[in-house]
Nanobody, 126 residues
Framework: QVQLVESGGGLVQAGGSLRLSCAAS????????MGWFRQAPGKERDFLAK????????DYEDSVKGRFTISRDNAKNMVYLQMNSLKPEDTAVYYC???????????????????WGQGTQVTVSS
């Protein structure tokens, strides 16, 4: 059983940056592909980015490509999401998730992920 805890959310002005962190415990972190999702009020949980076990391959949703960067540090059991050029429409609760699948591509649906954190709120003011 993997436990995930997100941190780093907050209030930021449009155009600003935030770095989200996700700390993993209770399992072999390097055995999991990791992803970031977000959910705005009244909306579905949307895929943002994912990263392979080694960190060598990454996949981004088009709306965040070039603005968000996912990374991981397997020695520290951490995954990060650097968010730049934030927009009001980025306001949401952000979640990290762990996926035990051996596949990487086409792994964007929330139901495919095995473990989730509790989320961290990001609010971008205009």
């Amino acid at each position: 059983q993997v436990q995930l805890v997100e941190s780093g959310g907050g209030l930021v002005q449009a155009g600003g940056s935030l770095r989200l962190s996700c700390a993993a415990s209770g399992g072999p972190f390097s055995a999991y592909m990791m992803g970031w999702f977000r959910q705005a009020p009244g909306k579905e949980r949307d895929f943002l980015a994912k990263i392979t076990r080694s960190g060598t391959s990454k996949d981004y949703e088009d709306s965040v490509k070039g603005r968000f960067t996912i990374s991981r540090d397997n020695a520290k059991n951490m995954v990060y999401l650097q968010m730049n050029s934030l927009k009001p429409e980025d306001t949401a609760v952000y979640y990290c998730a762990a996926d035990s699948s051996i596949s990487f591509w086409n792994r964007r649906r929330p139901s495919m992920y095995d473990y989730w954190g509790q989320g961290t709120q990001v609010t971008v003011s205009s």
